[in-house]
């Protein structure tokens, strides 16, 4: 039995074949039920800039070294109570793929959105984690 249940196994043994490694907090997201009031309450009422948009179901806002994320794209989790925070990762597929050998609990399969690459999965309690590994800077 794993230290989280019968149904994650956990192990010296398996923490000697890979250990993720997590290099930051990648940014923090809050779901929102109206992404355009959200939008203007981000940009016109705080003043942040918005630097990323995925098909206006994600947008980030970027506040010193930290991102700021609002998403009508998280099912399932009511917008005031819950966030998210996204753990990045140097190699996204090989600590999923690790993470599911342990049995967790994946709400959203690894994706690509020409930004980064992530995933969501739950915690032991339910609470909802991210994967993520940004793409290397375009050059200019």
């Known amino acids: 039995m794993g230290i989280y249940g019968s149904d994650i196994v956990v192990g010296r043994d398996n923490f000697a074949l890979m250990k993720p490694r997590f290099s930051g907090v990648s940014f923090v997201v809050y779901p929102v039920r109206d ?34 994320a609002i998403t009508s794209f998280m099912d399932g989790v009511v917008p005031a109570h819950a966030a998210a925070v996204a753990l990045e990762t140097d190699d996204l597929d090989k600590v999923a793929a690790h993470l599911k050998q342990q049995g967790v609990k994946f709400l959203m399969e690894p994706a690509d959105t020409g930004v980064c690459h992530f995933a969501r999965f739950e915690d032991s309690e339910g609470n909802q984690l991210i994967l993520h590994e940004k793409h290397g800077k375009p050059s200019v």
């Open 35 to 68: 992404m355009a009031r959200a939008r203007l309450f981000y940009d016109s009422v705080l003043g942040l800039k918005e630097t990323a948009n995925w098909e206006d179901k994600w947008i980030e806002f970027d506040v010193g070294s930290a991102t700021l």
